[in-house]
């Protein structure tokens, strides 16, 4: 089980398809003691990989003594990060807290592009440095790329880039219109090239030794299957069902980009919101509508909850557009 938490709004970027509208620090964000309750309460949930996300997690002052905190609950830290603040220093301190891995964006191997997409000049030569500092002093490090219309074509290179670089993974995520990711909601991927770039991803998998994981797409799981390969992962979308997400101010949500408030840990503690929240409780049924009801692959895929939301008046169970498979019957 997987669970993000946004630690800080703040963030030296800001990036074209920002889900969290981050910027400057939000007011009440939660301090470090809510933060270590909200631990507590996802250890008591079982949850085992923690995601320290943003914002920039890294702006937190307090991140280092959350990490050591979340590492002796026995969970297991990892990082959501734009890479260029990991100094050699601050990579060894979150190694010896206890930090298990770091996922750092790289979203073009064309540094222009990728600093145009981050509205940060030089964001591209201080990721690669955060990669490089991560490989030294033995963290490991994975690449995230967000998938647009635009670096579509270069994704294989960019999984080549990662290996190139000692990383241990190259997860691509896909957009959904969520926060300032509206706005460029034209440039994501339709049905017909998402298919096409999901076969891609795993045509490449058989060619590479490291884990490539699309995110926000979850009909990979059913295009693995139909080519005939074994993938570690047991299901697509995990929204509600082994993953949520917490925001900065405590507020829970199903996923990042289903953006339905269902708590507040300051409040209710995490692990009560988990498991008695009717939205969660739904979730967990599987029983969509249209053509991912009726999909003999709803169980190891679930199409997107969040994308089926934004393009169907907020019915999150309603069936995922960017899909060529709908239709088909049996489960």
Avoid at 6 to 26: E, L, Q, W
Avoid at 182 to 196: C, G, K, N, T
Wanted: glycine fraction near 10%.
């Amino acid at each position: 089980m997987i669970v993000s938490w946004n630690t800080t709004n703040a963030c030296n970027m800001y990036c074209d398809h920002c889900y969290r509208d981050a910027g400057c620090k939000a007011e009440e964000e939660l301090n470090t003691a809510q933060a270590k309750d909200l631990l507590e309460g996802i250890a008591r949930a079982g949850f085992k990989i923690m995601i320290f996300s943003g914002g920039e997690p890294l702006l937190r002052p307090d991140i280092i003594e959350l990490v050591a905190y979340a590492k002796s609950l026995g969970l297991r830290p990892v990082f959501g990060t734009n890479g260029t603040l990991l100094t050699l220093e601050l990579a060894q301190k979150l190694k010896d807290a206890g930090a298990m891995g770091m996922g750092i964006s790289l979203d073009s191997l064309d540094q222009q592009k990728h600093d145009t997409f981050r509205h940060y000049p030089g964001a591209w030569e201080e990721a690669v440095r955060g990669m490089r500092n991560c490989r030294e002093v033995g963290l490991p490090f994975q690449i995230h790329t967000t998938v647009m219309d635009w670096n579509a074509h270069e994704i294989e290179a960019i999984t080549d880039f990662a290996v190139a670089e000692g990383a241990v993974a190259h997860h691509f995520f896909f957009l959904v219109p969520t926060g300032r990711a509206v706005s460029i909601e034209e440039e994501s991927l339709r049905a017909e090239a998402y298919e096409e770039v999901l076969t891609r991803i795993m045509k490449k998998q058989q060619t590479v030794d490291i884990e490539l994981k699309p995110t926000c797409a979850p009909q990979f799981m059913r295009i693995a299957k139909q080519m005939g390969m074994d993938v570690r992962f047991g299901r697509g979308c995990l929204a509600g069902i082994h993953y949520c997400i917490i925001g900065p101010k405590g507020i829970v949500q199903p996923c990042a980009y289903l953006n339905i408030p269902l708590g507040d840990v300051r409040i209710t503690p995490f692990d009560e919101i988990w498991r008695d929240h009717e939205v969660f409780q739904t979730l967990r049924t599987l029983e969509y509508t249209g053509g991912c009801g009726s999909c003999e692959f709803k169980r190891i895929c679930g199409g997107c909850r969040a994308r089926a939301a934004y393009y169907h008046e907020g019915d999150y169970m309603a069936e995922e557009p960017w899909c060529l498979y709908h239709g088909r019957k049996g489960v």
